[in-house]
């Protein structure tokens, strides 16, 4: 058996660096850089939508797009101290009021048009199509984070992943809103709500497996 001494040296001989990890905020303005590469290749791709003017000469629209880019940018301030060890999970609340109001001028959307249209913007298919596409969207931007904050996976996963998804959802659906035609119908503002929570749960239910699959050492 080996004596403390001896067990003290060959730890200390298999003993590696570890490089420390960059300033939160530094991290999150790497993540906005890769958020407005990967948002910004999908808006070219598809090209802005004809009406992007008139759309956002509407005050509720651009309110509405404000807080969205909002809660992305606080969750990712969020996401990145949370994941620190030592750090309050009281940063989590960070991104609630802006959600707030995301949800807030979603519901005027919502009620506003019923009012309007009643069951006649119930437009199921157009809907599917945005959901898809905040879903998909939520891919790539989904997978640079985690590359980002790997090494939150013993340390705090569930919170980390929850975050993340929302600022990418949130990011996703700010992007949606530059080349998709949403016309506004009751349906398209309910797939967004929708598209945000499925991205936010799946996130949170598989934040384990995630860590254990990205299993690599922190940038």
Same mark, same amino acid.
């Given at each position: 058996m080996a004596t403390t001494d001896e067990l003290i040296a060959?730890?200390?001989?298999?003993?590696? &660096?570890?490089?420390?990890?960059?300033? !939160?905020?530094?991290? %999150?303005?790497?993540? @906005? $850089?890769?958020?407005? /590469?990967?948002?910004?290749g999908?808006?070219?791709?598809?090209?802005?939508?004809?009406?992007?003017?008139?759309?956002?000469s509407r005050p509720a629209v651009v309110i509405e797009?404000?807080?969205?880019?909002?809660?992305?940018?606080?969750?990712a301030? &969020?996401?990145?101290?949370?994941?620190? !060890?030592?750090?309050? %999970?009281?940063w989590? @609340? $960070?991104?609630?009021? /802006?959600?707030?109001?995301w949800l807030a001028t979603l519901g005027v959307g919502c009620l506003n048009?019923?009012?309007?249209?009643?069951?006649?913007?119930?437009?199921?298919?157009?809907?599917?199509g945005c959901f898809e596409t905040i879903v998909f969207t939520s891919v790539?931007?989904?997978?640079?984070?985690?590359?980002?904050?790997?090494?939150?996976g013993p340390v705090c996963p569930g919170p980390t992943i929850l975050l993340g998804a929302l600022s990418v959802a949130a990011?996703?659906?700010?992007?949606?809103?530059?080349?998709?035609?949403?016309?506004?119908?009751?349906?398209v503002l309910i797939s967004h709500g929708i598209g945000v929570a499925f991205v936010m749960l799946t996130g949170w239910a598989s934040s384990g497996a995630l860590f254990r699959w990205i299993g690599l050492k922190p940038l």
């Open positions: 060959k730890l200390g001989a298999d003993a590696h &660096a570890i490089q420390p990890l960059r300033p !939160p905020m530094i991290r %999150v303005g790497l993540w @906005l $850089l890769a958020a407005f /590469a990967i948002v910004s999908l808006v070219l791709s598809h090209g802005l939508r004809p009406d992007l003017i008139d759309e956002f797009w404000l807080a969205s880019l909002s809660t992305g940018l606080l969750a301030v &969020a996401t990145f101290h949370v994941s620190i !060890p030592g750090r309050s %999970v009281r989590a @609340l $960070l991104p609630v009021p /802006a959600v707030m109001l048009d019923w009012l309007r249209y009643g069951a006649d913007g119930l437009e199921v298919g157009l809907s599917v790539p931007l989904g997978l640079t984070l985690l590359l980002m904050v790997r090494h939150a990011f996703s659906a700010a992007g949606l809103s530059l080349f998709h035609h949403l016309n506004s119908s009751l349906m």
